[in-house]
């Protein structure tokens, strides 16, 4: 259903998203303008080099990336119209986009820690066990809250947005998925930071070469695994 006003009431509202769009066109096209700038080193150092798992998701994210900003951004901008159903059809996509990459970005951190800790087993099942029960739980919960989604056009004083209607629990779902991936995040990011510490300490009570030349070598040692996947 289409709700057509020209109610000055609604102004405040419609330049907030005129205003939200400016932000969202340039971060758009500055993404857009780094790919260019960087896609000739990309065909040389990724593209024409063995390819590997760690080289299908780093393309998965980058790609997928600038498709969410670009489908983003039409859903954004006041003046391109969009009807309920394409409306639907961006909020769907938008959100599974985002499910899909952040699974991808958990594999490459997952893969990066597991190289981090020597490829110790109990670390890799840890982070499989506590990474693979978030998704799974943040999934579920994200399409109970697709399912209880209603949206609708607004075409107020000649500018069109789109307004969603959250019914239901979604709030309390919303928190909880946030709750699921700050737990998985807090979690990888205190491992990182363990054995980040614990090879320093190391480095400085055994250096005899620098602890500059001797990080290089550890960082070389540890992620020579990450690198080869």
Known sequence: MT???NDPS????????IIFSY?????????????ALTFGQEV????KQRWSLMTLLYLSVRYA?????????????????????????????LDWMAEVVDAMLGVIIITRLHAMYQQ???????LVVIFLATRIASAVMAEIMMMQTSGKELILSGTYQCQFRYTGDDLLLISMAWIFVTVWEVLALCLAIWITVKHFC?????????????CFAVLLKTHVSYFAR
């Open 44 to 47: 040389e150092l990724i593209w």
């Open 202 to 214: 190391e480095l400085r009570r055994h250096s005899t070469s620098g602890i500059i030349g001797d």
């Open 65 to 93: 990336g600038i498709g969410y900003a670009v489908m983003y951004t039409l859903a954004s901008v006041p003046s391109i119209s969009l009807t309920d159903t394409v409306s639907r059809i961006i909020s769907i996509a």
């Open 10 to 17: 609604w102004w405040p509202i419609i330049n907030g998203s």
């Open 3 to 5: 709700l057509v006003s």
């Open 120 to 126: 110790s087993r109990k670390v890799l099942i840890l």
């Open 23 to 35: 932000f969202t066109v340039a971060a758009s096209v500055g993404l857009m303008y780094d790919w």
